[in-house]
Nanobody, 126 residues
Framework: VQLQASGGGLVQAGGSLRVSCAAS????????MGWFRQAPGKEREFVAA????????VYADSVKGRCTISRDNAKNTVYLQMNSLKPEDTALYYC????????????????????WGQGTQVTVSS
């Protein structure tokens, strides 16, 4: 499966942004999906994950209550809605997919994701 992230941009602190991840070359419902981010000079970190059906989600503590991950399997697209953005949310955001038959219903470890998109830049100004 190929993943294409989009929707990043420049936003002021306190603002909102929705990034999307379009999948092709596969059936999205075969995959659990996750969003990760990497800021300059920092390691990649987990942001959110959603089960193949969309019925289960998990979030990093740093974004809990501010972000919502969702998916539309019919449109082969996963979304990350980000609200109350902070400058520390500035990073390159990646979507990732893993085969739903392997591992747990939700996975927060990026090493368990086999497919990655190219990333979309989110910059939050103070």
């Amino acid at each position: 499966v190929q993943l294409q992230a989009s929707g990043g941009g420049l936003v002021q602190a306190g603002g909102s942004l929705r990034v999307s991840c379009a999948a092709s070359g596969g059936t999205l419902s075969d995959y659990g999906m996750g969003w990760f981010r990497q800021a300059p000079g920092k390691e990649r970190e987990f942001v959110a994950a959603i089960s193949w059906s969309g019925g289960n989600t998990v979030y990093a503590d740093s974004v809990k209550g501010r972000c919502t991950i969702s998916r539309d399997n019919a449109k082969n697209t996963v979304y990350l809605q980000m609200n109350s953005l902070k400058p520390e949310d500035t990073a390159l955001y990646y979507c990732a997919a893993r085969n739903r038959w392997y591992g747990s219903l939700l996975e927060t470890d990026g090493i368990l994701y086999a497919y990655w998109g190219q990333g979309t830049q989110v910059t939050v100004s103070s």
